[in-house]
């Protein structure tokens, strides 16, 4: 790969951060990418209150739009602004990028892009991704082992401590946001690339960076 933006996308505990920080220490001109500022974040929100106003329902039932959501809006909309694509040679890695937040504006709603604002809206947004990102490389693993690492991080998760089948329904909801963005980028003719992470995180980190390295994508697209 001759350089590029590349976002690692996947659910919680598919070794996203790990596998950046392995790609940034043993890749070359890689470097992760920073979510924009707050100011910057809240600026972004401006066009978009229309939509927001107008579409309440698809935020759930009726309700405002939490802090995280609203973030993940002035996020996608926000670096769609400030984002440089690295020099010749260079990788950009995005952890919790467009793709990400893409997903969480949809995951357990499956009838938000339904909704007559927020569905052309989103549509639109992952459009716009689809032609900044080179190249999607998501990890995952089996279900079981997903919660086993969400149950043994040191920092807070929403199902850590829940349930089973709670767990169990938040990673589907996942999985099943991640394809809808994923098949929708994937039509517009960005690469995914999808990677098994229940091997160690050494041989991980190699496959992805062997496959990244294969990749005929980089560059401006």
Not at 11 to 38: D, E, Y
Not at 81 to 91: E, H, I, S, V
Not at 124 to 153: K, Q, Y
Request: with cysteine; charged share 25%; proline share 8%.
């Amino acid at each position: 790969m001759t350089g590029g933006v590349v976002e690692l996308a996947g659910p919680a505990g598919a070794g996203k951060t790990t596998v950046a920080t392995a790609l940034t220490r043993t890749l070359p001109g890689t470097r992760l990418g920073r979510p924009p500022g707050r100011i910057a974040t809240v600026r972004a929100l401006v066009p978009a209150a229309p939509m927001l106003l107008a579409c309440r329902d698809a935020a759930g039932a009726g309700r405002w739009w939490s802090q995280p959501e609203l973030r993940s809006i002035g996020y996608l909309l926000a670096w769609q602004r400030t984002l440089t694509a690295p020099g010749p040679g260079r990788l950009l890695l995005l952890d919790h990028g467009p793709v990400f937040r893409l997903a969480t504006l949809v995951a357990g709603r499956p009838a938000a892009l339904r909704d007559s604002a927020f569905g052309p809206w989103w549509r639109r947004n992952a459009a716009a991704w689809a032609g900044l990102l080179d190249t999607v490389v998501v990890l995952d693993a089996p279900t079981d082992e997903l919660i086993a690492r969400i149950e043994s991080r040191q920092r807070e998760h929403r199902v850590r401590g829940a349930g089973r089948s709670e767990a169990e329904r938040f990673v589907e909801d996942y999985r099943v946001a991640f394809d809808e963005v994923l098949r929708t980028l994937s039509d517009l003719g960005t690469p995914v690339v999808r990677v098994d992470t229940a091997a160690p995180p050494d041989d991980v980190a190699d496959d992805v960076r062997s496959r990244l390295l294969a990749s005929p994508a980089g560059g401006p697209r």
